[in-house]
């Protein structure tokens, strides 16, 4: 049971990154400059307590396949320049390796798609 609602809330998690990063590049389309500004402050921080959080899940979550499909997603919605962060360095590492074992010990197709589409 715990298992269960632990995947559940992983799956809310991924879900609501990716609405979050739609929204923000919808934003973006449309060219706020005073709204722009706060988005650009909500996706860096998402950016960087995902960036923070995820090799840590990932490796409490290694067995479990849909909570994996699920975690895997999440990197793809990361800024990219929070990885170039002195302060963040060392989680971009250990994300990156962490997602290296995750593809190399999976074998599921759709957590391996999402790992590589992630890498």
């Known amino acids: 049971e715990e298992v269960a609602k632990t995947g559940v809330l992983l799956r809310i998690l991924a879900c609501a990154a990716k609405l979050e990063v739609g ?4 934003e973006s389309n449309k060219k706020r400059k005073r709204d722009s500004t706060s988005s ?3 996706r ?3 950016s960087q307590a995902l960036l923070k959080s995820l090799p840590g899940l990932l490796t409490s979550f290694k ?3 849909m909570s994996m499909r699920s975690l895997t997603k999440l990197p793809q919605y990361l ?3 929070i990885y170039s962060l002195p ?3 060392s989680d971009f590492t250990s994300l990156v ?3 290296c074992v995750a593809f190399l010990e999976s074998t ?8 590589s589409e992630s890498l």
Do not use: C, S, W
Request: proline share 3%.
């Open 23 to 26: 929204q923000l590049g919808e």
């Open 40 to 42: 650009n402050q909500t």
């Open 44 to 46: 860096e921080a998402l």
């Open 63 to 65: 067995t479990d396949q």
């Open 79 to 81: 800024l990219p320049e």
């Open 87 to 89: 302060t963040r360095k």
């Open 97 to 99: 390796k962490n997602l």
């Open 108 to 115: 599921d197709q759709e957590a391996l798609q999402e790992i």
